[in-house]
């Protein structure tokens, strides 16, 4: 009796956790901190988005912070200065870093891994503490960049006080701290392209540059798009970098739509309308992936 | 002589070769290298001119002001806490959901992963509001858990591990089973050892992204006692009298681990940065 009661005990036991039950005892921690923390804070940002609050009462208010959104010159301001560095260094940064990639994959190339680490090193600092580094070597009276500079005979560039130079500041620090992260992701693409290709292209007579535009660019098309992807959502959210190295400025030219979030949010407490300018970004970037994809994916057919 | 002619180009084009390289390797460690001395340097000497290019011997007290200014082995102290609890039960969260949606047949898995592929796509900036009315809520603000909590369920990181896993043969699982293991043990001793490269890689980029982490425990951290290390070196920023010396010991302090860690253990961290998206 007493042993028949053990058994089943272990018997049920076992039944708890059965194949049919582990996958859902497997998924269950992460599910149930993925609805807390991701599902639910989605959806009540677009309830945000719908309501204002004053007092601590909030009321529905429709479309009333969008139509505040669309009629904010601020908000024109951070997206067109999002979208100039979106347009300008993401392009700049894929073409060096596809260059590197060309050159680190030569034959003619010894200690490959050295190189590897010298390039990709940026990419494993903290982006506050390059933004700050990146902020002091700018200084426009002391800074190490506008002294190099004056040994050529160029007079001080004013790189955060300056409203153009401080978006050419910004792209040169994100392209600084990227361009190696995807060089090794070209690099990886590059060793995977067969080299009877090439041969086949040398035997056809065709000569180095000719092959980099009908072979490598071609080939290349898929990590292009991942990496296009990629830096697009990255640069949408850009938010270290202004904020440390310009703080927005000078006269809002390097206000981003993220800083522009965040000083909604936490500096005026306007969660209402902070959290409309977060669901614009969504849908941004919601666009512009789809966008990417058709485009790139359609030529495939 | 079309030998010798060969010869002279090759030698021509690794000159062209490792000129054009070697300008990139000094533009891209340069700052670390400035970044060191400034670290070693009063705060003085990192505007003077011409630029002072060599270590001084103020790295101990730029330690001191560091200290003084923002409890620099506390901020260090509450981002190794957070980071290393993060990434210790993240990984474990991540690999578990990873391996059902992986080896598992089972109700509700398609459309529940695909919830979770769609949220890579949102940018975290969507939930930062709710998540500090919610942490406020529940008196959280100022606490390790409000850091922690949010991202633990990092859906790129179960998307990896389930990818991972799918290598895993049936036979080897069915096998255990056979044996009389329950699921759990499976998971346990047959499961995450032979995991281990892509665990590491996964359990890599979990710690880059916690340590880097800036906006989140900025917006739930107020109080200086409880800074990571991103958040107390923004904070001397804003100072009225900025010193140099300090901040660039904090910037050295923030970095010289991860450097250390990288140059270790290189492949592991490249592949983990990049998501595991390049193996090697």
């Given at each position: 009796?007493?042993?028949?009661?053990?058994?089943?005990?272990?018997?049920?036991?076992?039944?708890?956790?059965?194949?049919?039950?582990?996958?859902?005892?497997?998924?269950?921690?992460?599910?149930?901190?993925?609805?807390?923390?991701?599902v639910y804070p989605v959806v009540q940002s677009?309830?945000?988005?719908?309501?204002?609050?004053?007092?601590?009462?909030?009321?529905?208010?429709?479309?009333?912070?969008?139509?505040?959104?669309?009629?904010?010159?601020?908000?024109?301001?951070?997206?067109?200065?999002?979208?100039?560095?979106?347009?300008?260094?993401?392009?700049?940064?894929?073409?060096?870093?596809?260059?590197?990639?060309?050159?680190?994959?030569?034959?003619?190339?010894?200690?490959?891994?050295?190189?590897?680490?010298?390039?990709?090193?940026p990419a494993i600092t903290a982006l506050v503490?390059?933004?700050?580094?990146?902020?002091?070597?700018?200084?426009?009276?002391?800074?190490?960049?506008?002294?190099?500079?004056?040994?050529?005979?160029?007079?001080?560039?004013?790189?955060?006080?300056d409203p153009f130079w401080a978006k050419v500041?910004?792209?040169?620090?994100?392209?600084?701290?990227?361009?190696?992260?995807?060089?090794?992701?070209?690099?990886?693409?590059?060793?995977?392209?067969?080299?009877?290709?090439?041969?086949?292209?040398?035997?056809?007579?065709?000569?180095?540059?000719?092959?980099?535009?009908?072979?490598?660019?071609?080939?290349?098309?898929?990590?292009?798009?991942?990496?296009?992807?990629?830096?697009?959502?990255?640069?949408?959210?850009?938010?270290?970098?202004?904020?440390?190295?310009?703080?927005?400025?000078?006269?809002?030219?390097?206000?981003?739509?993220?800083?522009?979030?965040?000083?909604?949010?936490?500096?005026?407490?306007?969660?209402?309308?902070?959290?409309?300018?977060?669901?614009?970004?969504?849908?941004?970037?919601?666009?512009?992936?789809?966008?990417?994809?058709?485009?790139?994916?359609?030529?495939?057919? | 002589?079309?030998?010798?002619?060969?010869?002279?180009?090759?030698?021509?084009?690794?000159?062209?070769?490792?000129?054009?390289?070697?300008?990139?390797?000094?533009?891209?460690?340069?700052?670390?290298?400035?970044?060191?001395?400034?670290?070693?340097?009063?705060?003085?000497?990192?505007?003077?001119?011409?630029?002072?290019?060599?270590?001084?011997?103020?790295?101990?007290?730029?330690?001191?002001?560091?200290?003084?200014?923002?409890?620099?082995?506390?901020?260090?102290?509450?981002?190794?806490?957070?980071?290393?609890?993060?990434?210790?039960?993240?990984?474990?969260?991540?690999?578990?959901?990873?391996?059902?949606?992986?080896?598992?047949?089972?109700?509700?898995?398609?459309?529940?992963?695909?919830?979770?592929?769609?949220?890579?796509?949102?940018?975290?900036?969507?939930?930062?509001?709710?998540?500090?009315?919610?942490?406020?809520?529940?008196?959280?603000?100022?606490?390790?858990?409000?850091?922690?909590?949010?991202?633990?369920?990092?859906?790129?990181?179960?998307?990896?591990?389930?990818?991972?896993?799918?290598?895993?043969?049936?036979?080897?699982?069915?096998?255990?089973?056979?044996?009389?293991?329950?699921?759990?043990?499976?998971?346990?001793?047959?499961?995450?050892?032979?995991?281990?490269?892509?665990?590491?890689?996964?359990?890599?980029?979990?710690?880059?992204?916690?340590?880097?982490?800036?906006?989140?425990?900025?917006?739930?951290?107020?109080?200086?006692?409880?800074?990571?290390?991103?958040?107390?070196?923004?904070?001397?920023?804003?100072?009225?009298?900025?010193?140099?010396?300090?901040?660039?010991?904090?910037?050295?302090?923030?970095?010289?681990?991860?450097?250390?860690?990288?140059?270790?253990?290189?492949?592991?961290?490249?592949?983990?940065?990049?998501?595991?998206?390049?193996?090697?």
């Amino acid at each position: 009796m007493n042993q028949s009661t053990a058994e089943s005990k272990k018997k049920s036991k076992r039944k708890f956790i059965t194949p049919k039950t582990a996958p859902y005892i497997f998924i269950a921690p992460a599910v149930i901190l993925f609805i807390i923390f991701t599902v639910y804070p989605v959806v009540q940002s677009l309830i945000l988005s719908f309501q204002t609050s004053s007092g601590g009462v909030s009321t529905f208010a429709g479309l009333d912070n969008y139509r505040r959104l669309f009629n904010d010159p601020l908000f024109y301001k951070a997206l067109g200065n999002t979208f100039t560095i979106l347009i300008i260094q993401v392009p700049i940064m894929l073409t060096i870093a596809v260059l590197l990639a060309v050159l680190m994959n030569s034959a003619l190339l010894k200690m490959r891994a050295f190189f590897r680490i010298a390039f990709f090193m940026p990419a494993i600092t903290a982006l506050v503490a390059y933004a700050i580094v990146f902020m002091i070597m700018l200084d426009e009276n002391y800074g190490l960049v506008n002294y190099a500079l004056s040994l050529v005979g160029i007079d001080p560039i004013a790189w955060l006080n300056d409203p153009f130079w401080a978006k050419v500041s910004l792209i040169v620090a994100v392209t600084w701290r990227w361009t190696g992260y995807n060089m090794v992701i070209f690099l990886a693409g590059l060793q995977n392209i067969s080299n009877d290709l090439y041969e086949a292209a040398s035997i056809d007579g065709a000569g180095k540059i000719r092959q980099f535009f009908s072979i490598t660019l071609p080939q290349l098309k898929p990590i292009f798009l991942f990496t296009f992807v990629l830096s697009t959502i990255g640069t949408l959210q850009l938010f270290d970098e202004p904020f440390i190295l310009t703080g927005g400025g000078p006269n809002n030219s390097t206000l981003t739509i993220s800083l522009y979030l965040y000083i909604n949010g936490f500096r005026y407490f306007d969660f209402n309308y902070a959290s409309a300018i977060a669901y614009i970004l969504v849908i941004i970037i919601a666009l512009l992936s789809w966008f990417q994809m058709k485009v790139v994916g359609d030529k495939d057919d | 002589m079309t030998n010798n002619k060969n010869k002279t180009t090759t030698i021509l084009k690794k000159i062209g070769l490792y000129t054009l390289l070697g300008i990139g390797v000094f533009l891209s460690m340069f700052p670390f290298y400035w970044m060191f001395i400034g670290a070693t340097n009063p705060s003085g000497a990192i505007f003077s001119m011409p630029p002072n290019l060599v270590p001084g011997d103020h790295f101990f007290e730029n330690l001191r002001n560091l200290n003084e200014n923002v409890g620099i082995w506390r901020v260090i102290m509450n981002s190794l806490i957070i980071t290393l609890t993060f990434t210790v039960v993240s990984v474990m969260i991540c690999s578990a959901a990873g391996f059902a949606f992986a080896k598992y047949q089972f109700k509700g898995r398609d459309p529940i992963f695909f919830m979770l592929l769609l949220a890579i796509m949102i940018p975290y900036h969507v939930t930062l509001i709710p998540l500090f009315e919610l942490m406020a809520n529940v008196g959280w603000l100022n606490t390790y858990q409000a850091v922690i909590l949010p991202h633990l369920a990092y859906p790129f990181a179960i998307f990896l591990m389930r990818q991972n896993m799918r290598s895993i043969p049936n036979s080897l699982l069915e096998a255990a089973r056979v044996d009389g293991a329950g699921e759990m043990r499976i998971f346990f001793t047959v499961v995450l050892p032979t995991m281990r490269p892509a665990l590491a890689a996964v359990a890599i980029f979990l710690f880059m992204f916690q340590w880097n982490n800036f906006l989140w425990p900025l917006v739930v951290l107020g109080d200086s006692s409880m800074y990571t290390l991103p958040v107390a070196l923004s904070s001397l920023v804003g100072m009225s009298r900025i010193d140099y010396g300090q901040i660039m010991l904090g910037t050295t302090l923030s970095t010289l681990p991860i450097m250390v860690f990288f140059l270790l253990l290189q492949r592991q961290f490249i592949s983990g940065i990049l998501g595991g998206s390049v193996k090697e």
